[in-house]
């Protein structure tokens, strides 16, 4: 089936340790998102790729870096990890194009900052 | 004010009861609404597409107001599956091809 998938689905890291998050997707969507997840709270949008144009949103930490080497690949990297930082990591893909903006979510990735 | 408001609940209902949930928005320009589940610890999932003429999926129904920039969800005879966290989500801006999410109302339908 045709899907969103994101690794690893649980990610520890260390204070001020870099990590890396990974998404890929079978669904040839040429627009991918990152988005954090605290509890409760609304998926606050990272930033997103339109095919290889990034677009970040302003209030985006420059800790937060993203990379699309391909279609297919899309990752996120967090430079320095702060306590504040530990939330889920969701990535979404659609078909850019158009007004109605269905987005297909991978299952998260949960990341713990000890 | 938040761009995207719910009331974030939790509405406890019993089985088979209707419930209906609000969802008001800021920007009058915005141009597609959606409602998408979210189960506990997992992704969301979209439910519906939200028209301007309403419309309707099997127990569920949507409603757009852009008067009152005001979209509702109806629920009949709820389901212990149903149990989740409804989030309200609108294009606000077709230029940034982004979505701006409600921080969600959450149902819990008890037997």
């Known amino acids: 089936d045709a899907m969103v998938i994101q690794n690893p689905r649980y990610q520890v890291t260390q204070f001020g340790k870099p990590v890396t998050l990974s998404c890929s997707q079978t669904?040839?969507?040429?627009?991918m998102y990152w988005y954090q997840q605290k509890s409760s709270q609304a998926p606050k949008l990272l930033f997103h790729?339109?095919?290889?144009?990034?677009?970040n949103e302003a209030d985006t930490p420059d800790n937060f870096q993203s990379r699309r080497p391909n279609t297919s690949f899309c990752f996120l990297d967090i430079r320095s990890p702060g306590l504040g930082d530990a939330a889920m990591y969701l990535c979404?893909?659609?078909?850019?194009?158009?007004?109605?903006?269905?987005?297909?979510f991978g299952p998260g990735t949960r990341l713990t900052v000890t | 004010r938040k761009e995207v408001e719910q009331d974030p609940g939790p509405f406890n209902v019993p089985e088979g009861a209707t419930v209906a949930f609000n969802c008001t928005y800021s920007n009058s320009a915005s141009q597609s609404f959606f409602w998408y589940r979210q189960d506990c610890r997992k992704e969301p999932k979209l439910l519906m597409s939200v028209y301007s003429s309403g419309n309707e999926d099997g127990r569920f129904t949507a409603q757009l107001n852009r008067a009152s920039q005001y979209i509702s969800l109806l629920i009949r005879d709820s389901k212990l599956s149903d149990s989740a966290t409804y989030l309200c989500v609108v294009n606000m801006d077709t230029g940034r091809r982004a979505l701006t999410f409600g921080s969600g109302t959450r149902l819990q339908v008890q037997p």
């Open positions: 669904l040839n969507h040429n627009v």
């Open positions: 979404a893909t659609t078909l850019g194009g158009g007004f109605y903006h269905e987005q297909y």
């Open positions: 790729y339109y095919d290889k144009d990034f677009n």
